[in-house]
């Protein structure tokens, strides 16, 4: 039996490491993949916005992850992997939609004028190559 101030000190900060352990433990996480086209002029644009319609149209017939490496290159769109994001390091409305998408499907098109961008779910051991001759984003995740 544990008593005193050193006891329940103790018995304090075992119960506190053990529930950081399970929250650890219990915290999904997710790979993810970050498509995305950006606006050079950073203005409203006829030529973005066309662009930017075609990426979503483009995306929304998407279903897998090596899918969207296709569209990646073929939109010369810039590509940033990462793996066991923890959902709660999404925004979020971005965290409910990648956490009800089967893996392989991206997000709606997200952005500004700087530019538009997805996000899938992809298996873990799925490793997107970056595209030749395009400008590595800073992921938005």
Same mark, same amino acid.
């Given at each position: 039996?544990?008593?005193?101030? =050193?006891?329940?000190?103790?018995? $304090?900060?075992?119960?506190?490491?053990?529930?950081?352990?399970? &929250?650890?433990?219990?915290? %999904?996480?997710?790979?993810? =993949?970050?498509? @995305?086209?950006?606006?050079?002029? +950073?203005? &409203?644009?006829?030529?973005?916005? &066309?662009?930017?319609?075609?990426?979503?149209?483009?995306?929304?017939?998407?279903?897998?992850?090596?899918? $969207? =490496?296709?569209?990646?290159?073929?939109?010369? $769109?810039?590509?940033?992997?990462?793996? +066991?994001?923890?959902?709660? &390091?999404? !925004?979020? %409305?971005?965290?409910?939609?990648?956490? @009800?998408?089967?893996?392989?499907?991206?997000?709606?098109?997200?952005?500004?004028?700087?530019?538009?961008?997805?996000? =899938?779910?992809?298996?873990?051991?799925?490793? %997107?190559?970056? !595209?030749?001759?395009?400008?590595?984003?800073? %992921?938005?995740?």
């Amino acid at each position: 039996m544990i008593t005193g101030r =050193m006891g329940v000190r103790a018995v $304090a900060l075992v119960s506190a490491t053990m529930a950081t352990v399970v &929250a650890a433990q219990v915290e %999904p996480k997710v790979d993810l =993949m970050q498509i @995305t086209i950006e606006n050079p002029s +950073g203005q &409203a644009d006829a030529a973005f916005a &066309a662009r930017a319609k075609e990426f979503g149209r483009s995306m929304a017939l998407v279903t897998s992850c090596d899918q $969207a =490496m296709g569209v990646a290159m073929a939109m010369r $769109a810039g590509v940033v992997g990462r793996g +066991g994001v923890p959902l709660s &390091a999404l !925004p979020l %409305p971005l965290r409910r939609e990648i956490e @009800t998408k089967p893996v392989g499907t991206p997000s709606r098109p997200f952005g500004d004028l700087k530019g538009l961008r997805v996000l =899938m779910r992809c298996p873990a051991q799925f490793r %997107p190559p970056r !595209p030749r001759g395009t400008p590595t984003p800073k %992921p938005a995740i």
